[in-house]
């Protein structure tokens, strides 16, 4: 196929000095996320009508898989590191905080744009086909879910410069410190009754997991022995949290009423880090080795190509085959999750959505691999850093609320023309070549 010999022709042309574990671990962090969304998502027949729900509440004893498919922590340590690449060649080239801050933004703005701008065309036909506002509500909250993510990574990349001095400064002391302020914050919100403290860790516990990813840049890591040990001591801090402390058992989504360890994120999100940081890189060198195979590396770079479009994209997929199943008269939703025959009808689902996702990642990827042209301006850094601001309130508001007539009917449009006047006005919009 076309598009492997051009990934493949990718591989070849691979400077020797890259880490390609780094490329490995995004991908395979941001697949065991979309394959986790496929799983737990349940769709059945209760007394002939059809009730949408959340596998991890109503099969408690499956929350322990949250504890592997909960992987945002290894993009975070992953993004520091790229985000040291490209803070060391910005440097090289002599270019100044707003030249590489609209390198970043633009490349992570456009395909997000992209998805908004097609639910509000989504939402916009099932109002005019007479579907109800609350599903148009629960349907288009759904799909938008990835979306919270890349809001606080687009927060956590116009501070990656400013933490990555603090990183030069202090090394792992400014670890501890972002860590120390989760910790503080969930002291608040669990002691001192401050819940509203709680919304900043979205920087002190995503922070704290981006430095790891500046420690490995900076080859200041030990061993693989001591890396394991890094990872025992994550793991029994995390065990120590929740089953000593007042955390939830689920490291996904919000099983337990009232509380969660995402939303707002906590502490646990820090120790879990420490654990996936300390194992996977105990085992860098010999998966290194692995990736000098051609064709291993060749699929590495093939999915890193159409990485955050598959990521984007991948619940509305979901929720548009399910509706088409509904309409086609509840084909498979006849099985109670969580039974053997569910867990067996999980195979042909995943393969049946990765088969209508591929297709059009491959579509719409080109979007995240297109660069600015070398000669078109760039916005001042006050300028794309407010602009950053407000695109990431609209991308919130419509993650958390949908389209719909909750908290109130304009909020959604709201929503929706700040993120375009953002990207637009704060020139996160090149012209693309």
């Not at 599903?135 to 879910?145: D, T, W």
């Amino acid at each position: 196929m076309k598009i492997w010999s051009l990934a493949r022709t990718l591989a070849e042309q691979t400077p020797p000095e890259r880490n390609r574990y780094v490329d490995l671990l995004r991908a395979v962090s941001i697949l065991a996320v979309i394959v986790g969304h496929w799983l737990i998502a349940t769709a059945w027949y209760v007394d002939g009508e059809l009730t949408t729900g959340h596998l991890l509440k109503q099969k408690p004893e499956t929350q322990w898989l949250t504890w592997l498919f909960q992987v945002m922590p290894v993009f975070f340590f992953v993004g520091g590191y790229s985000h040291a690449v490209s803070i060391e060649s910005a440097r090289r080239k002599q270019q100044d905080y707003s030249q590489w801050l609209i390198g970043r933004l633009s490349r992570l703005v456009t395909p997000l744009l992209l998805l908004l701008l097609a639910w509000v065309v989504i939402a916009v036909a099932m109002r005019i086909a007479g579907v109800r506002p609350d599903v148009i509500q629960y349907m288009s909250q759904a799909s938008l879910i990835p979306t919270w993510f890349l809001a606080i990574y687009i927060m956590i990349a116009v501070l990656a410069p400013a933490a990555y001095r603090f990183w030069q400064r202090a090394g792992y002391a400014s670890i501890a410190v972002f860590m120390a302020l989760a910790a503080l914050v969930d002291l608040a919100f669990f002691a001192g009754g401050f819940e509203f403290l709680g919304w900043s860790n979205y920087f002190w516990v995503w922070l704290g997991v981006h430095q790891l990813g500046f420690a490995w840049r900076d080859g200041r890591l030990p061993g693989p022995a001591a890396m394991l040990a890094v990872g025992v001591v994550g793991l029994a801090a995390l065990a120590a949290l929740i089953f000593v402390g007042p955390y939830p058992f689920a490291m996904v989504g919000s099983p337990d009423e009232g509380l969660s360890n995402t939303l707002p994120p906590k502490l646990t999100l820090n120790a879990l880090a420490l654990a996936q940081f300390g194992f996977l890189l105990a085992i860098e060198k010999p998966v290194r080795r692995l990736l000098d195979n051609l064709s291993v590396w060749a699929a590495t770079v093939l999915v890193n190509s159409m990485i955050m479009t598959v990521y984007l994209w991948h619940i509305t997929v979901m929720i548009l085959a399910g509706a088409l199943l509904y309409l086609a008269g509840g084909i498979g939703f006849g099985l109670e999750p969580g039974t053997t025959a569910w867990w067996w009808s999980r195979i042909p689902w995943v393969l049946g959505l990765a088969i209508v996702l591929v297709p059009l990642a491959l579509v719409l990827s080109p979007l995240e691999r297109r660069g600015r042209q070398p000669d078109a301006p760039v916005p001042g850094a006050l300028r794309q850093i407010v602009a950053a601001m407000a695109f990431c309130l609209g991308i919130a508001l419509l993650a958390l609320f949908g389209f719909g007539d909750r908290p109130a009917d304009w909020v959604d449009m709201a929503a929706v023309v700040l993120v375009v006047v953002a990207a637009t006005a704060g020139g996160l919009l090149p012209k693309l070549r």
